[in-house]
């Protein structure tokens, strides 16, 4: 079991003939099939029974009772709707069973029970799934689960989820983020694009997409020739409050109006709350136009965690708000988009807009280097003003803080540098990198 998905022609239809309340004919003799078989070829043809488990693996089906994150290292289905097989018997239903990121195997079945093409996808590990809800909203829609597991454990071997509407059902490895609305076309309905891979945070650009779409997040795939197909049916698109448990998934036009160190507050239209979430380790873009940026409150490019930060702050000094697009896993930002943020005029007297330096980064040892907005690294001349913030059990604390930093000479901050503790500088009102010490 791999995940692909094949056209097989049936010996007869009485090959699921044994399951016919489950099952029924379409217009275009197809059979809605819903379950999982063992099949045998005969001349091209195929027949078979349910799989209902054997040599030593059990099948346990059914709904879900909670959702399951990539993160989940448990799955548990509905107790009061769950069958489970051991080699066609039935015995006593187990619903809660084990997931593994390297030993169980993942697929998803979107488009179940429908007359479409099913999409599948495949992944080691758990994989996201959204279990049913009382309104129905944000849930896959007529999903059934089937796990097989070893006899004489509880240790998921292979889950298969398969859904008419299967939501929750996307990795980070199916997710990128079109950086801009595809408006550049390359031949018949073809356009050329940027990507960011949520994956590995990776941009490639000019890749070829199948048809006009909007900028924001979408699932994937691509064909023969390498042309992508952009669509946001398996996407998780975060309608309640993030906390720990929030993995792999999605939120747009988040309004972000507070932030502290690298915590920031936010919501969205569809619901979703951010609320002291932390994004020190998250991939930023800033995909606002020059013109754009020339009219805000900041106009620097946003490229890095410290400048976003600032961003937030001169947004809300100027009774405003930073509006960008998020992805969160394990309750943390790791991606961010920026499309807007306040109009008004820069503060030429704060942080690095107007300063001699662009980038700054904050070595594992506590020295700084700085560089110019062409990336060149350059000398920063005179005594700065500092500060050192440390990370406590709870909190971040500020434990050091003075106006005598010179590029070159001993840091200030030395002596409250300690192996294995975790920091970062603020030079003239520009916050930096969050590091480890060494």
């Not at 070829?208 to 042309?227: H, L, N, P, S, W």
């Not at 709350?273 to 620097?300: E, H, L, P, Q």
Request: hydrophobic share 35%; with cysteine.
């Amino acid at each position: 079991m791999d995940g692909s998905e094949v056209d097989l022609r049936l010996a007869d239809s009485d090959v699921i003939a044994d399951n016919d309340g489950d099952h029924s004919l379409a217009d275009d003799d197809f059979f809605y099939v819903n379950d999982l078989y063992i099949l045998e070829e005969d001349d091209d043809e195929y027949d078979g029974e349910a799989y209902r488990g054997q040599d030593g693996y059990s099948v346990t089906m059914g709904p879900l009772s909670d959702d399951v994150t990539s993160s989940s290292s448990t799955i548990r289905l509905d107790s009061a709707n769950t069958l489970t097989y051991d080699d066609e018997d039935e015995i006593d239903d187990v619903t809660c069973l084990y997931l593994d990121d390297e030993t169980t195997t993942s697929i998803g079945i979107d488009q179940a029970h429908t007359d479409d093409s099913l999409d599948v996808s495949f992944s080691t590990g758990p994989m996201a799934a959204k279990a049913y809800d009382a309104d129905g909203s944000g849930s896959s829609v007529d999903l059934t689960v089937f796990v097989i597991f070893k006899d004489d454990d509880r240790d998921a071997v292979y889950v298969v989820y398969a859904a008419e509407n299967l939501k929750g059902g996307a990795s980070s490895s199916d997710v990128v983020y079109l950086a801009d609305d595809a408006n550049n076309a390359v031949g018949s309905g073809n356009y050329e694009v940027d990507l960011y891979f949520m994956e590995d945070m990776s941009l490639v650009e000019d890749l070829t997409i199948d048809a006009k779409e909007d900028q924001g997040f979408y699932d994937y795939e691509v064909d023969e020739d390498g042309v992508y197909s952009l669509g946001t049916g398996s996407i998780e698109f975060i309608t309640g409050k993030v906390d720990d448990d929030t993995d792999d998934q999605a939120a747009e036009d988040v309004e972000f109006d507070e932030v502290r160190s690298y915590l920031a507050s936010g919501k969205n239209d569809d619901g979703a709350i951010f609320d002291a979430i932390s994004f020190a380790d998250a991939t930023v873009i800033d995909t606002r136009s020059s013109s754009d940026r020339s009219d805000d409150v900041y106009d620097n490019e946003i490229n890095t965690a410290s400048k976003l930060a600032t961003a937030i702050e001169r947004s809300v000094d100027a009774d405003g708000v930073l509006i960008a697009d998020v992805y969160v896993q394990d309750g943390e930002i790791v991606f961010v988009a920026v499309t807007d943020v306040a109009d008004g005029e820069p503060d030429e007297d704060e942080e690095n807009q107007n300063a001699d330096f662009d980038e700054v980064e904050l070595a594992k040892n506590g020295n700084l280097t700085f560089y110019d907005d062409d990336g060149d690294q350059i000398t920063l001349t005179g005594e700065h003003d500092w500060e050192l913030w440390w990370l406590s059990a709870s909190d971040w604390v500020r434990t050091g803080y003075g106006d005598d930093y010179v590029y070159g000479e001993d840091n200030p901050w030395k002596d409250e540098w300690d192996s294995g503790e975790r920091y970062y500088v603020v030079i003239d009102g520009v916050e930096f990198n969050i590091v480890t010490a060494d």
